[in-house]
């Protein structure tokens, strides 16, 4: 079974940036999706990058700030956040997906505060 591993998190002040990571131990090229789950809250969708980083997608909450892409050479795709804020701290997970499979990974913790 595929167990995305995520990688990247840590703690960064207000209009600062993180760049995350999602490896996969295959060869098979994943739809990934972002997604992260503040306490106390539901997960909640962050990005999506399609199977050839053709197609990418954002929340509104993160459009603008965040950027998906993919070196599928590497099997990683990775999440550029840039300008961030306290509102983005969570914990990131990476879903992979291929026809009904699905795959999460066990995430990486984000936190924003100065």
Do not use: H
């Not at 539901?42 to 997608?57: D, L």
């Not at 070196?71 to 009904?100: H, R």
């Amino acid at each position: 079974q595929v167990q995305p591993v995520e990688s990247g998190g840590g703690l960064v002040q207000p209009g600062g940036s993180l760049r995350l990571s999602c490896a996969t131990s295959d060869r098979t090229l994943y739809v990934i999706r972002w997604f992260r789950q503040a306490p106390g809250k539901e997960r909640e969708f962050v990005a999506f990058i399609s199977e050839r980083g053709i197609q990418t997608s954002y929340a509104d909450s993160v459009k603008g700030r965040f950027t998906i892409s993919r070196d599928n050479a590497m099997n990683i795709v990775y999440l550029q956040m840039d300008n961030l804020k306290p509102e983005d701290t969570a914990t990131y997970y990476c879903n992979a997906n291929q026809g009904t499979n699905r795959y999460w990974g066990q995430g990486t913790q984000v936190t924003v505060s100065s």
